[in-house]
T-cell receptor, first 115, second 116 residues
Framework: AQSVTQLDSHVSVSEGTPVLLRCNYS??????LFWYVQHPNKGLQLLLK??????LVKGINGFEAEFKKSETSFHLTKPSAHMSDAAEYFC?????????????FGSGTRLSIRP | KAGVTQTPRYLIKTRGQQVTLSCSPI?????VSWYQQTPGQGLQFLFE???????NKGNFPGRFSGRQFSNSRSEMNVSTLELGDSALYLC???????????????FGPGTRLTVL
């Protein structure tokens, strides 16, 4: 079975402080993991992806995520939040098996940035 | 390079009607996937096309269908619209390398469908 859980539906931080968006997953196979960001009235933009190479993945706009197999987690972090980071963030699990694949999106975490 | 384009951006229909949405992938991308995004169900996978063939299908009723043309452009069709079909429909395109679809997807801005 495959699932992804974003532990917080809403996170609010002050500008300049660290960001942590939490994601846990389960997969019967070795998954590919992604973080996407969606700004209002826009499509999804890929922030970063993990595909069994380095466990610490660096993405765009200063974001990074660490794959922890023992904890089945793929949390997204950023050292210093910027006002432009305010958006919805989605953790995504993609599993390949046979000739098909299955993709599941988390329910999303809305990130608010306080001035 | 132009991104994924979706037309129309907004659409209003009434129950029982049908609708066709269009997606043009990034130039050179040959795989197209469709997703439905609603406040209640979140983002759900509809289907994936590559080489004019449906490769993957999500758990949606047969009213939802799609196709891909030889130029990789894709359309999805929803027949007999229901109120619950109101959603943002997102299209994503991917490269195909050596016969394998890249797992990196690039999303379009979506089509906002409202069913009255």
């Amino acid at each position: 079975a495959q699932s992804v859980t974003q532990l917080d539906s809403h996170v609010s931080v002050s500008e300049g402080t660290p960001v942590l968006l939490r994601c846990n997953y389960s997969s019967s196979y070795s998954p590919s993991l992604f973080w996407y960001v969606q700004h209002p009235n826009k499509g999804l933009q890929l922030l970063l992806k993990y595909t069994s190479a380095a466990t610490l993945v660096k993405g765009i706009n200063g974001f990074e995520a660490e794959f922890k197999k023992s904890e089945t987690s793929f949390h997204l972090t950023k050292p210093s939040a910027h006002m432009s980071d305010a958006a919805e963030y989605f953790c995504v699990v993609r599993t390949y098996y046979s000739s098909a694949s299955k993709i599941i999106f988390g329910s999303g975490t809305r990130l608010s940035i306080r001035p | 390079k132009a991104g994924v384009t979706q037309t129309p951006r907004y659409l209003i229909k009434t129950r029982g009607q049908q609708v066709t949405l269009s997606c043009s992938p990034i130039s050179g991308h040959r795989s197209v996937s469709w997703y439905q995004q609603t406040p209640g169900q979140g983002l759900q996978f509809l289907f994936e096309y590559f080489s004019e063939t449906q490769r993957n299908k999500g758990n949606f009723p047969g009213r939802f269908s799609g196709r891909q043309f030889s130029n990789s452009r894709s359309e999805m069709n929803v027949s007999t619209l229901e109120l619950g079909d109101s959603a943002l429909y997102l299209c994503a395109s991917s490269l195909v390398i050596g016969g394998a679809v890249s797992d990196t997807q690039y999303f379009g801005p979506g089509t906002r469908l409202t069913v009255l």
